[in-house]
């Protein structure tokens, strides 16, 4: 297996390369990994080593090309004994660097954080950082003390996501007595951290935080939404402007607002329903009389996007008072999707006909002083006929709000496998000058949510999703076929899916609908954690063709993700006809689960027996092989139970 090979240049080749203008250069440079970049041109003549500073510099744009990206990939000893000291020992290389991002889901990314960012007198190497990005952060203690630091004195943008590993342990009631005090001292650690990034000690613009991984009634939400936790660090925020939070409780949402007084972009998502527990009668009144306005404790907000799902009426009701308190703002951006929905509390709102009449009754502000621009998106459980999503689509042409706006362009789909109904804004023109972090179509941007009371997440089928994919394929790179909370797949899914999978490769069009795919995720149960590999599985031809024919219709295909490796090894035997030759060739990250080679039935044992000789021959390209299975690595016993994560690279 190949790795990741660093370029050798002979006199001839740097001498050609020299004579491409700066523009040319820089434009190679955003192709490649930046350890490539530095361990291919760093030192080659005063020019090169500026064009690198000048690529590390940036801070914008696709966050790969931008700064360093700490990630699986590389071993620990390459980015201890190369990498590091070659940044370190240049002033201009270390000093260029403005953003830097720990991918945590590699426990590379934990050991080399604070080492990386401080010296041995606790000296940030890194004068100039500005951004950072901190994705999956499985550690509490040596990350606060970093970020403590930083956003007081450093940084202007700050991304922070936790595992759900981390807050587990505060929770765990078999803990050892010996871990409590440790346990403690980290949950208070946590604690005060989150205060002080909404308080006057954090100098932070802009702030990414997902903090949705906290169990629902745990710590961070009861002193996220205690008013007077966050007014024990006095004076407010007052350098944030841009706010990107991903949680659980709307009342954590109201009390952060109070304390970011020149807030002008928030961004929230819920990961589960908008209201946890029913609303009593009394508090529905008071919010339906009531209209406040919260211009006074956020002036300059000009940009809201709320992502939730709702499960009842109740809520719809307090989406209402909550846009009518930012009604002041610019744009809008509104995705809800129906949860688990309670039949009880919703016979009169949710069960109503979603048209143009619904979205102004019930997802707008009543009064509209400043609104320039909205972008909705509504998925929702029901039965449709083509008459239907017809009166749907015209509803928007003929009200008279829609059409003072030029609001009209809206887009109705139903999916027949899911019963459901997807109806989104498609303006597109507005969409384009407006807002370029919006993309078209909102129905397969959803976030994933791992509450399992949630199960009826609405995914999109796969057969609506390729019966509008020629529309929708210039902007997707990215392909999830999932189903359901734990459930198979649809038969009828599948078979439609079969049909117009075949139908594109027979039409063998040159510009083909999946030239940009370069990530296939497929399964019914893509988690690491709960991986299942103790029984063998069986035969699905119908999932072995379509599974075929989605690779087969790729030409760059980089990332695979498929829920067993019994899977591929089907594919390549049973659907070889459907599989084009050296499909997998391009292939660079694999991911999936495998059973044991020491524990459970022959049959199973021989099946992660393959898995060398399946890489070698279909692969051959192969970097990085990421393995979710429960037993016998070495450095475990045979017996031990315990899930274990392998990442390998080549």
Same mark, same amino acid.
């Given at each position: 297996?190949?790795?990741? !090979?660093?370029?050798?240049?002979?006199?001839?080749?740097?001498?050609?390369?020299?004579?491409?203008?700066?523009?040319?250069?820089?434009? *190679?440079?955003?192709?490649?990994?930046?350890?490539?970049?530095?361990?291919?041109?760093?030192?080659?003549?005063?020019?090169?080593?500026?064009?690198?500073? %000048?690529?590390?510099?940036?801070?914008?744009?696709?966050?790969?090309?931008?700064?360093?990206?700490?990630?699986?990939?590389?071993?620990?000893?390459?980015?201890?004994?190369?990498?590091?000291?070659?940044?370190?020992?240049?002033?201009?290389?270390?000093?260029?660097?403005?953003?830097?991002?720990?991918?945590?889901?590699?426990? $590379?990314?934990?050991?080399?954080?604070?080492?990386?960012?401080?010296?041995?007198?606790?000296?940030?190497?890194?004068?100039?950082?500005?951004?950072?990005?901190?994705?999956?952060?499985?550690? *509490?203690?040596?990350?606060?003390?970093?970020?403590?630091?930083?956003?007081?004195?450093?940084?202007?943008?700050?991304?922070?996501?936790?595992?759900?590993?981390? =807050?587990?342990?505060?929770?765990?009631?078999?803990?050892?007595?010996?871990?409590?005090?440790?346990?403690?001292?980290? !949950?208070?650690?946590?604690?005060?951290?989150?205060?002080?990034?909404?308080?006057?000690?954090?100098?932070?613009?802009?702030?990414?935080?997902?903090?949705?991984?906290?169990?629902?009634?745990?710590?961070?939400?009861?002193?996220?939404?205690? +008013?007077?936790?966050?007014?024990?660090?006095?004076?407010?925020?007052?350098?944030?402007?841009?706010?990107?939070?991903?949680?659980?409780?709307?009342?954590?949402?109201?009390?952060?607002?109070?304390?970011?007084?020149?807030?002008?972009?928030?961004?929230?998502?819920?990961?589960?329903?908008?209201?946890?527990?029913?609303?009593?009668?009394?508090?529905?009144?008071?919010?339906? +009389?009531? @209209?406040?306005?919260?211009?006074?404790?956020?002036?300059?907000?000009?940009?809201?996007?709320?992502?939730?799902?709702?499960?009842?009426?109740?809520?719809?009701?307090?989406?209402?008072?909550?846009?009518?308190?930012?009604?002041?703002?610019?744009?809008?951006?509104?995705?809800?999707?129906?949860?688990?929905?309670?039949? @009880?509390?919703?016979?009169?709102?949710?069960?109503?006909?979603?048209?143009?009449?619904?979205?102004?009754?019930?997802?707008?502000?009543?009064?509209?002083?400043?609104?320039?621009?909205?972008?909705?998106?509504?998925?929702?459980?029901?039965?449709?006929?083509?008459?239907?999503?017809?009166?749907?689509? @015209?509803? =928007?042409?003929?009200?008279?709000?829609?059409?003072?706006?030029?609001?009209?362009?809206?887009?109705?789909?139903?999916?027949?496998?899911?019963?459901?109904?997807?109806?989104? %804004?498609?303006?597109?023109?507005?969409?384009?000058?407006?807002?370029?972090?919006?993309?078209?179509?909102? $129905?397969?941007?959803?976030?994933?949510?791992?509450?399992?009371?949630?199960?009826?997440?609405?995914?999109?089928?796969?057969?609506?999703?390729?019966?509008?994919?020629?529309?929708?394929?210039?902007?997707?790179?990215?392909?999830?076929?999932?189903?359901?909370?734990?459930?198979?797949?649809?038969?009828?899914?599948?078979?439609? %899916?079969?049909?117009?999978?075949?139908?594109?490769?027979?039409?063998?069009?040159?510009?083909?609908?999946?030239?940009?795919?370069?990530?296939?995720?497929?399964?019914?149960?893509?988690?690491?954690?709960?991986?299942?590999?103790?029984?063998?599985?069986?035969?699905?031809?119908?999932?072995?063709?379509?599974?075929?024919?989605?690779?087969?219709?790729?030409?760059?295909?980089?990332?695979? *993700?498929?829920?067993?490796?019994?899977?591929?090894?089907?594919?390549?035997?049973?659907?070889?006809?459907?599989?084009?030759?050296?499909?997998?060739?391009?292939?660079?990250?694999?991911?999936?689960?495998?059973?044991?080679?020491?524990?459970?039935?022959?049959?199973?044992?021989? *099946?992660?027996?393959?898995?060398?000789? =399946?890489?070698?021959?279909?692969?051959?390209?192969?970097?990085?092989?990421?393995?979710?299975?429960?037993?016998?690595?070495?450095?475990?016993?045979? @017996?031990?139970?315990?899930?274990?994560?392998?990442?390998?690279?080549?």
């Amino acid at each position: 297996m190949n790795s990741a !090979k660093t370029f050798v240049w002979n006199d001839k080749m740097i001498t050609r390369v020299e004579r491409l203008p700066n523009e040319i250069v820089l434009y *190679i440079f955003s192709y490649l990994e930046w350890f490539d970049m530095l361990m291919s041109f760093w030192s080659l003549n005063i020019r090169f080593n500026f064009l690198v500073c %000048s690529t590390l510099s940036k801070t914008g744009g696709n966050l790969s090309n931008s700064g360093i990206l700490i990630k699986q990939g590389l071993s620990y000893n390459k980015y201890r004994s190369i990498l590091f000291p070659l940044i370190l020992n240049s002033s201009s290389l270390s000093s260029s660097i403005k953003r830097i991002h720990f991918d945590e889901t590699n426990s $590379i990314a934990s050991d080399l954080c604070y080492e990386w960012l401080f010296n041995d007198k606790k000296i940030l190497h890194f004068s100039n950082l500005k951004s950072l990005i901190i994705t999956g952060c499985g550690s *509490i203690e040596p990350i606060i003390q970093c970020l403590s630091y930083l956003i007081e004195h450093q940084l202007d943008e700050l991304t922070l996501t936790f595992d759900w590993r981390v =807050f587990t342990i505060f929770f765990d009631e078999e803990k050892q007595v010996s871990m409590v005090s440790d346990i403690e001292k980290q !949950k208070t650690m946590l604690i005060e951290f989150l205060g002080k990034l909404f308080s006057s000690r954090c100098q932070l613009k802009t702030l990414q935080l997902d903090i949705s991984k906290e169990l629902t009634d745990g710590m961070i939400p009861r002193y996220l939404a205690s +008013n007077s936790y966050l007014c024990q660090y006095q004076s407010c925020c007052i350098t944030l402007r841009h706010l990107f939070i991903r949680l659980e409780h709307k009342s954590v949402l109201e009390n952060i607002i109070q304390h970011l007084p020149n807030l002008e972009q928030i961004s929230v998502q819920f990961d589960s329903s908008l209201v946890l527990r029913p609303l009593s009668k009394s508090y529905v009144e008071m919010l339906k +009389n009531s @209209n406040g306005n919260w211009f006074n404790k956020v002036p300059k907000l000009r940009y809201l996007s709320l992502e939730t799902y709702i499960n009842e009426d109740f809520e719809f009701i307090y989406l209402k008072w909550f846009l009518n308190n930012l009604n002041h703002i610019e744009k809008l951006r509104l995705y809800l999707k129906s949860g688990e929905l309670n039949e @009880n509390r919703c016979q009169k709102i949710w069960k109503s006909f979603i048209d143009a009449n619904f979205i102004r009754e019930y997802c707008l502000p009543d009064t509209i002083p400043n609104l320039i621009y909205f972008n909705f998106y509504i998925c929702s459980e029901c039965q449709l006929s083509l008459n239907d999503i017809e009166k749907i689509i @015209n509803s =928007f042409k003929i009200h008279s709000f829609f059409i003072s706006y030029q609001w009209t362009n809206v887009k109705c789909l139903f999916d027949p496998i899911l019963s459901c109904q997807h109806l989104f %804004s498609s303006f597109s023109k507005r969409i384009q000058s407006s807002d370029s972090l919006i993309k078209y179509p909102n $129905i397969f941007n959803y976030p994933h949510t791992d509450d399992s009371r949630f199960q009826h997440y609405l995914y999109p089928s796969l057969y609506l999703l390729l019966e509008q994919f020629n529309e929708l394929s210039s902007n997707i790179s990215s392909i999830k076929v999932y189903r359901k909370y734990r459930q198979n797949f649809s038969e009828s899914d599948l078979l439609m %899916s079969l049909g117009i999978l075949s139908k594109m490769r027979q039409d063998k069009t040159i510009d083909s609908p999946f030239r940009n795919i370069t990530k296939i995720q497929f399964g019914t149960w893509l988690d690491r954690g709960y991986a299942n590999s103790s029984k063998p599985l069986p035969r699905n031809e119908i999932r072995e063709k379509v599974l075929a024919h989605l690779i087969s219709m790729t030409v760059q295909l980089k990332y695979l *993700i498929v829920e067993q490796f019994e899977w591929l090894l089907h594919v390549v035997q049973y659907a070889t006809d459907e599989l084009r030759t050296n499909a997998l060739n391009t292939v660079r990250y694999a991911e999936f689960c495998i059973p044991s080679c020491n524990i459970g039935s022959k049959n199973l044992i021989h *099946i992660s027996k393959n898995l060398v000789p =399946f890489l070698s021959t279909y692969m051959p390209h192969l970097q990085t092989l990421r393995l979710w299975r429960s037993d016998d690595f070495p450095w475990t016993s045979k @017996n031990n139970e315990t899930e274990t994560d392998l990442i390998l690279t080549f």
